[in-house]
């Protein structure tokens, strides 16, 4: 918790001295259809809560973010029972491979980074916490003027078949400094001996300064 703390702390820093005017935040409604699998049993439900996101923009090709999922709600199987999680993930890309159709507006951009992932959990009273350091990737896509669309996704490399995510991202522009983004996402979570998987279901507004 501290490492991210201090992770957001530099980012806010290092964000007073970039170049460009794409630093942004996203406060976002998350809905989730759930898998919860411990101890040989299954358990599905739908969890709901919020996701507030940050992208700061260092220079030209560098980025830093932090991440902050939370939510709860019950999973059953043969009785139901009560599940919460939350996750902080601290996160840097080098972006690349940027092509731009004029001066003023960037096509589409590749990007390729590291982050540190803290996940805890609470099913039934039992409390579950990991720390993880997955490696991520994106592409950012601009389809016209007002839409852009954005694919990423992370994974642990030792750990790819238990904890993967990977996000499609629809933004929509209200004006210069505000988005509506709707987004997509499938993952897989284990942290000890619980798994968390399914399908996320995000949708918010994203303020540009």
């Known amino acids: 918790m501290i490492r991210i703390l201090l992770s957001l702390i530099c980012s806010i820093i290092l964000a007073n001295k970039a170049l460009a005017d794409t630093n942004r935040i996203s ?90 992932l803290h996940k805890s959990a609470n099913f039934n009273g039992l409390k579950f916490s990991e720390t993880q350091y997955p490696i991520f990737l994106g592409v950012d896509l601009d389809i016209s003027k007002r839409l852009s669309l954005r694919i990423k996704g992370y994974s642990q490399l030792d750990k790819f078949d238990d904890n993967r995510a990977a996000f499609i991202e629809l933004v929509s522009s209200v004006n210069e400094k505000v988005k509506i983004v709707g987004r997509y996402s499938n993952y897989s979570s284990k942290i000890n001996a619980i798994k968390q998987c399914g399908s996320d279901y995000v949708i918010g507004l994203e303020i540009h300064f």
């Open 27 to 116: 406060l976002n409604f998350q809905s989730s259809t759930a898998q919860i699998r411990t101890f040989n049993k299954t358990y599905k439900g739908d969890l709901s809560g919020g996701v507030l996101s940050s992208s700061f923009d260092v220079g030209r090709n560098f980025i830093l973010g932090l991440d902050v999922k939370d939510g709860a709600g019950e999973v059953s199987s043969d009785q139901a029972l009560s599940y919460s999680f939350n996750e902080y993930i601290a996160h840097s890309a080098f972006k690349f491979s940027e092509i731009s159709g004029s001066q003023s507006q960037r096509n589409y951009a590749l990007s390729v980074g590291w982050g540190i």
